[in-house]
């Protein structure tokens, strides 16, 4: 064999190692982490108790991290869990009238899922950080993972498509109010139920998960 021949039979033989290599690796580039939001910028509204007052409207979102594609069959386990809860100046009145200047606490969020199964009813132990807030005006007030939370696992169902994330129709929290007066703190356990509104509000995340 000339040596030209032997130069063109190595280049062809290169060639066909990297076009295999290229068809092995094609689907197995890493999934992009995204953020999953459920409430947009308004929030979704429940009706919540409260010590002193009668259940009064807060607006709730909440985000988590995750793949924006998983395959089938598999488990992940979503990151930053959390969101925001809202009260109107109305209700920051109404609080501010029983004594109340000051929340902190752990919320209790139970999610669902469109197909697939969740290793446990809720996201556990999210944290409410200690906020004694200033007089007048709404109160927003953040809630977080952190290392003491406990998040349920999502496995994927076992043939492609996509799935959804949802809220439910109630949460809860373990709190406690910050009594201006004395400078104490009272247990509160705060219970949430979904406002009826016709249409029904969205309580899904967004967008919902590729299941490859």
């Not at 999210?126 to 109160?139: H, Q, S």
Request: proline fraction near 8%; include cysteine.
């Amino acid at each position: 064999m000339s040596r030209l021949s032997r130069l063109s039979a190595g280049f062809a033989t290169t060639a066909t190692a990297i076009g295999a290599i290229a068809v092995l690796t094609a689907g197995t580039a890493a999934a992009a982490t995204v953020t999953y939001t459920a409430g947009g910028t308004a929030g979704i509204t429940y009706n919540c108790t409260f010590p002193g007052i009668s259940p009064q409207p807060v607006a709730i979102t909440a985000h988590l991290d995750a793949p924006d594609v998983v395959p089938a069959g598999t488990t992940i386990t979503p990151t930053n869990v959390g969101g925001s809860a809202t009260i109107s100046a109305t209700v920051h009145s109404l609080l501010t009238a029983v004594g109340y200047d000051g929340i902190r606490g752990t919320a209790t969020v139970p999610v669902t899922a469109s197909a697939g199964t969740l290793s446990q009813p809720s996201a556990t132990g999210l944290n409410i950080p200690e906020v004694i807030y200033p007089t007048g005006g709404p109160i927003t007030v953040n809630i977080s993972q952190v290392a003491t939370s406990s998040v349920p696992d999502w496995t994927a169902p076992a043939s492609a498509g996509s799935a959804t994330l949802s809220l439910t129709s109630g949460l809860s929290a373990n709190l406690e109010f910050h009594k201006k007066s004395s400078g104490t703190w009272s247990p509160w356990t705060m219970n949430c139920t979904l406002k009826v509104t016709n249409p029904a509000q969205n309580t899904a995340f967004s967008p919902s998960i590729t299941v490859s």
